[in-house]
Nanobody, 126 residues
Framework: VQLQASGGGLVQPGGSLRLSCTTS????????IGWFRQVPGKGREGVSC????????YYANSVKGRFTISKDNAKNTAYLQMNSLKPEDTAVYYC????????????????????WGKGTQVTVSS
């Protein structure tokens, strides 16, 4: 199983980015996907999670109304659309997968997620 996050970069405050999480070796329709972020010296934070069928979605309070999570099971790819970016969104972003439901993983820093990809750096700066 492999997950690969991509789409990060440098963006000005107020700008947008779309992160992609490309998966292989698993059937994405059977897995929940989570996006997490981490800055040096701080613990990993759950940003957003979506259940396998898409019926349950979590957003951290800090990103509600600005970020949108989605998944395209046919393409085995999940996305995180990030709008109205702020400097405090600067972090390395990771995607992770857990079979069926994300449970408490999104609020526990990703504890319990089965598979992780390498991160992609997002920098919000003028």
């Amino acid at each position: 199983v492999q997950l690969q996050a991509s789409g990060g970069g440098l963006v000005q405050p107020g700008g947008s980015l779309r992160l992609s999480c490309t998966t292989s070796g698993l059937r994405l329709g059977d897995y929940a996907i989570g996006w997490f972020r981490q800055v040096p010296g701080k613990g990993r934070e759950g940003v957003s999670c979506i259940s396998s069928a898409g019926g349950s979605i979590y957003y951290a309070n800090s990103v509600k109304g600005r970020f949108t999570i989605s998944k395209d099971n046919a393409k085995n790819t999940a996305y995180l659309q990030m709008n109205s970016l702020k400097p405090e969104d600067t972090a390395v972003y990771y995607c992770a997968a857990q079979e069926i439901a994300y449970g408490s993983s999104c609020t526990d820093g990703g504890y319990g997620m089965d598979y992780w990809g390498k991160g992609t750096q997002v920098t919000v700066s003028s």
